[in-house]
């Protein structure tokens, strides 16, 4: 987020290279804050508002104008925004904190020799130095655990604080855990565990988060402290070899994998050459079967074509065009006179038979249709 610094002296807006620390206290022990004033908080930091000891209201990383409504706590707690004498209050008295919410590290040196052993295998005092590194979780228990210890933190003095929990914790640890000389010398991880395991547990009550311990020197008796640097010393080889064989390991990973990329660059050519092979013998065998359909269509006798233009066309006019009607034939009329009275005395050609009444020729003796004799 881009930051811009205003005239106003009141706005609240730093400049990069003032936020150097865990906490920065931006205004001193009696800042003064004004209503409506301009607040930015830069990325990656938190900004707290504190009065007496005591952590009030706090924003994350943006652009705010600070008035009664975003400033819930100073309000209710201090009543900031109660009206005196007629007047609305335009500005109050807080400190002004800003959190960076990033990785940090730290190193710790125990500040008096701690007593391990125990009285079967004798006690030993030994100075133990280490580093560690820790993030802010939650903001307002991580002020207020500061606060606890003073009204108000100066810039750079939580690096301070953190730092005495730490030595005052790792002393206890150490001394009630009776760790043996060989785990000294041998640098132990079940030591590095317990620590990490009791500074988690102080760490979750400040508001903060521990990422990792580390003991890198113990400063022990002249006679063991040869042994304690040959071991550590054989750790440290251990671990520059093992860092080794990762970045080696992943090297050849992805070695394999642009051997793999290329292959199959080279698989997809060979692949696109052969489809493009194929697809142009499909196109000669399609221009083979259209130049053979073409000549068929060309061997074949053409009509002679006459244009449009030679044809002509005679005119005539509506009475010289006669249309030919043609009447449909009337059926006539085709009945079997049953009146066989008149059988023979209407017709002088033919006779019908009394059988099936067919007609018959005058001189035929039998029926046609039926057979039947005809008697005289």
């Known amino acids: ?68 409504a975003n400033l819930p706590y100073m309000c209710r707690k201090f009543g900031i925004d109660k009206i005196q004498d007629g007047k609305q209050k335009d500005k109050f008295s807080a400190e002004q904190y800003f959190v960076d919410k990033n990785l940090h590290a730290g190193k710790f040196k125990t500040y008096r020799k701690v007593e391990m052993g125990t009285k079967a295998y004798g006690i030993f005092k030994a100075h133990v130095f280490g580093v560690y590194s820790y993030k802010v979780g939650n903001v307002q228990e991580f002020m207020q655990s500061l606060l606890n210890e003073y009204d108000f933190i100066k810039t750079g003095e939580a690096e301070e604080l953190i730092e005495a929990w730490v030595n005052d914790l790792i002393v206890d640890v150490l001394e009630k855990n009776n760790f043996m000389l060989d785990d000294v010398i041998n640098n132990n991880p079940i030591i590095a565990e317990k620590l990490k395991l009791a500074i988690s547990k102080l760490f979750n009550t400040a508001g903060l988060e521990l990422c990792d311990v580390r003991i890198y020197k113990y400063k022990l008796p002249s006679k063991y402290q040869e042994a304690s640097d040959n071991a550590i010393k054989a750790q440290e080889e251990k671990l520059k070899q093992q860092e080794q064989e990762i970045v080696a390991q992943t090297e050849t990973v ?53 244009p449009f233009g030679n044809f002509k066309i005679e005119e005539k006019t509506q009475g010289e065009i006669q249309i030919k009607s043609v009447e449909p034939k009337k059926k006539e009329k085709t009945f079997v006179d049953l009146n066989l009275d008149r059988l023979y005395t209407h017709s002088t050609t033919t006779k019908r038979c009394l059988n099936c009444g067919g007609e018959n020729n005058i001189l035929a003796k039998h029926c046609s249709l039926c057979g039947e004799e005809f008697v005289e």
């Not at 003064?32 to 924003?59: Q, R, S, T």
């Not at 489809?275 to 130049?291: F, G, H, P, T």
């Open 1 to 68: 987020m881009g930051l811009f610094w205003n005239k106003n002296k009141y706005d609240i807006c730093p400049k990069q290279e003032d936020l150097k620390c865990l906490v920065t206290n931006y205004s001193g022990a009696r800042g003064v804050v004004k209503i409506n004033a301009k607040l930015v908080v830069p990325d990656g930091y938190f900004f707290v508002l504190g009065k007496n000891g005591k952590v009030a209201d706090k924003f994350e990383t943006g652009e705010y104008f600070l008035n009664f």
């Open 254 to 306: 992805a070695e394999n994998t642009s051997q793999n990329e290329e292959l199959n660059e080279n698989v997809f050519e060979e692949n696109k050459v052969l489809v493009n092979n194929q697809e142009i013998k499909y196109n000669e065998k399609l221009n083979e079967q259209n130049n053979e359909e073409q000549s068929s269509i060309n061997s074949e006798p053409i009509d002679e074509y006459v």
